[in-house]
């Protein structure tokens, strides 16, 4: 099954890095990566090039990122998102805002983002099948959406969902899927508004790859890469804390939370 793939990871060890690649060689691969669309060209940023990372950490290779990933709506297997997600279309993309807050509505994506010069983070994604990649995120801090959204005093929780397109997504055509589509994930309103948490826009000085989530996904690096969920459509402000699709599929084993044992 496909919860047992990933549990029989566990343990494993597999940890994507490479031991001397630093955030300027990082860049200078990344010239193969997609260039930024045009709305965010002329978005003021700095770079991520200059960041000190901790002592044991080196950035992923590009072609690492992009290549060894889980997004279960292009297949099971982590070539699958490489594999088969060039043909997901990211333009136009919009994003429903509903539930308790007083912004509601379909927002292009290209007007969605608050007026905040755009930031180059670098975060450890970490799986829950005991692999790690370092990598250079751009973006704005989810905080900055959710004041520009306005929600009101009944929003406890932020609930994400990701895009269900079943005729450019061949995992959810696949038989053998066992996640009830659409993919859900949430957090806690003030982990959202957690200065760490993040909505990223691209990676490694361009654009998101479709198979790492573009055209927007979440970035929480202080909880297991499942909860950094992928190619976001809806953002619902909640008074209850929503049924996640990994809490739903196998709720002793993953809980809502998901932080990342130290």
Known sequence: SLYLSRRQLLGAGLAVTSASLLPSV???ESASADLLPAWLHNRPRASY????L????VVAPYSAATSYNNFYEFGPDKEDPARHAAGLTVEPWTVDVDGEVERPGRYDVAAFFPEVALE???????CVEAWSMVIPWLGFPLASLIKHLRPNGHAKFVRFETLVRAEEMPGIRSPFALIDWPYVEGLRMDEAMHPLSFMAV???????AKQNGAPLRLVVPWKYGFKSIKSIVRISFTREQPRTTWQALAPDEYGFFANVNP
């Not at 180059?120 to 970490?126: A, K, S």
């Not at 691209?202 to 998101?208: C, D, N, T």
Request: charged residues 20%; without cysteine.
């Open 54 to 57: 901790a002592s044991n950490d």
């Open 26 to 28: 990082a860049l200078a």
């Open 202 to 208: 691209g990676m490694y000085g361009g654009a998101i």
């Open 49 to 52: 090039a200059g960041a000190v």
């Open 120 to 126: 180059e983070r670098i975060y450890r994604l970490r």
